[in-house]
Nanobody, 122 residues
Framework: QVQPVESGGGLVQAGGSLRLSCAAS????????FGWFRQAPGKEREFVAG????????SYADSVKGRFTISRDNPKNTVYLQMNSLKPEDTGVYYC???????????????WGQGTQVTVSS
């Protein structure tokens, strides 16, 4: 299976934390950058955070800076998104994408997971 697989979503109260995981096959993991995107009901999918192939470079949307942290564990073929101080506006389906380089653009990612729902209650 080439497509990434997300997990870790759920329902949490505002101010709480969740950690999302994105597992990918060895075939793509070590050479690819990964990005987390989210889509709220009625809105377009938007960039949240990204990490390059080595983990040495990361990028965040302004709305999540200081609250979310992206990381990768290469031996485990897994990318994580640690989300703290969650707000109701963080609610949405979170998708993991894999692409040849770190980018904020959806079109630059070749492989996508099915998504995991995150709901933050006020």
């Amino acid at each position: 299976q080439v497509q990434p697989v997300e997990s870790g979503g759920g329902l949490v109260q505002a101010g709480g934390s969740l950690r999302l995981s994105c597992a990918a096959s060895t075939r793509i993991f070590s050479n690819y950058a990964f990005g987390w995107f989210r889509q709220a009901p009625g809105k377009e999918r938007e960039f949240v955070a990204g990490i390059n192939w080595s983990g040495g470079r990361t990028s965040y949307a302004d709305s999540v800076k200081g609250r979310f942290t992206i990381s990768r564990d290469n031996p485990k073929n897994t990318v994580y998104l640690q989300m703290n101080s969650l707000k109701p506006e963080d609610t949405g389906v979170y998708y993991c994408g894999a692409g040849p380089h770190l980018s904020v653009r959806i079109v630059d990612y070749d492989y996508w997971g099915q998504g995991t729902q995150v709901t933050v209650s006020s």
